[in-house]
């Protein structure tokens, strides 16, 4: 559980700086070039990573602790609630 967190914190980060360093040419995205869509592609799966550990971190803590799983997954969506407050 704790290597699935610390893999979020990390990945997300370095998903963040990959993404900010692709290049992104508004004409190769609109003429469906090559390098449009494989810069399309590759954003998709660099920003998906953080998003796997996460979810694998959120199902190993529901499956190891069953008896308050209520509990947990109601502390899971408060923590989302308070970022989107937050965001706004």
């Known amino acids: 559980m704790a290597l699935t967190a610390l893999a979020f914190a990390v990945s997300t980060v370095l998903s963040f700086l990959t993404h900010l360093s692709l290049p992104f040419n508004t004409e190769d995205i609109v003429l469906n ?3 449009g ?3 399309i592609v590759l954003t998709y799966v660099v920003i ?3 998003f796997v550990f996460s979810g694998m971190c959120v199902s190993l803590t529901l499956t190891k602790f069953p008896r ?8 899971d969506l408060v ?7 937050i965001l706004v």
Do not use: D
């Open 33 to 35: 070039t090559v390098p």
């Open 37 to 39: 869509i494989y810069t």
């Open 48 to 50: 998906s990573i953080p």
């Open 68 to 75: 308050q799983v209520s509990r947990l997954y109601a502390a």
């Open 79 to 85: 923590g989302a609630a308070i970022g989107c407050i």
